[in-house]
């Protein structure tokens, strides 16, 4: 099992601020994946990245790859609540096997 | 539109029984994947399917079994049912070979209850 961190695992934020969410590991990934899960609903994927440093952009959401590929953010601008969900990383390693982070619960006021 | 489409969305079992939860999707996927998700453990792989009729473990997979005899089918058996199996269950698709790193596509989930 290769082990996903993500940090914050809560977090609580008024509408309109920043935020930034992070995903680490010891072992290097091929790809990483980011995905939201709303409640009762199953995780849909927002983004693949799979080059080191590669920067991608979903309108107000901003994703990084780190260099080394062990780890990777997710930047929120001016987050509105319908960006409340579970947001969960996941990394493919050399077999294609997709392992996923511990997830991070985010709740925005308006 | 893509469709994964879990059997039940809640079920209630006590200790001991045997449990099926029953996935189809509609999008001729030839990956097929069961996941448990508790909190703060994100989701961790049961057993995961490349094709029909065959199936491998993934990292939890003691207390499960799994079945694919169609394309578009992948059911989890829960032999008999303990408390700590607990959880949530989602099963997920994804296109291509074994070498596929696309889009996982979920369903909506199953909630277990084990009393």
């Known amino acids: 099992t290769q082990l996903l961190e993500q940090s914050p695992q809560f977090l609580s934020i008024q509408e309109g601020e920043n935020l930034t969410v992070y995903c680490n590991s010891s072992?290097?990934?091929?790809?990483l994946q980011w995905y939201r899960q709303e409640p009762g609903e199953g995780p849909v994927l927002l983004v693949t990245?799979?080059?080191?440093?590669e920067v991608k952009k979903l309108k107000r959401l901003t994703f990084q790859f780190g260099d080394a590929r062990k780890d990777s953010s997710l930047h929120i601008t001016a987050a509105q609540p319908g960006d409340t969900g579970l947001y969960l990383c996941?990394?493919?390693?050399?077999?294609?096997?997709?392992?996923f982070g511990t997830g991070t619960s985010l709740t925005v006021i308006p | 539109d893509v469709k994964v489409t879990q059997s039940s969305r809640y079920l209630v079992k006590r200790t001991g029984e045997k449990v099926f939860l029953e996935c189809v999707q509609d999008m001729d996927h030839e990956n097929m994947f069961w996941y448990r998700q508790d909190p703060g453990l994100g989701l961790r792989l049961i057993y995961f399917s490349y094709d029909v009729k065959m199936k491998e473990k993934g990292d939890i997979p003691e207390g499960y079994s799994v079945s694919r005899e169609k394309k578009e089918r992948f059911s989890l058996i829960l032999e008999s049912a303990s408390t700590n199996q607990t959880s949530m269950y989602l099963c997920?698709?994804?296109?291509?070979?074994?070498?596929?790193?696309?889009?996982?596509?979920f369903g909506e989930g199953s909630r277990l209850t084990v009393l």
């Open positions: 997920a698709s994804r296109p291509g070979g074994t070498g596929s790193t696309g889009e996982l596509f």
């Open positions: 996941a990394g493919a390693n050399t077999g294609n096997q997709f392992y």
């Open positions: 072992s290097v990934f091929s790809s």
């Open positions: 990245v799979v080059t080191g440093g």
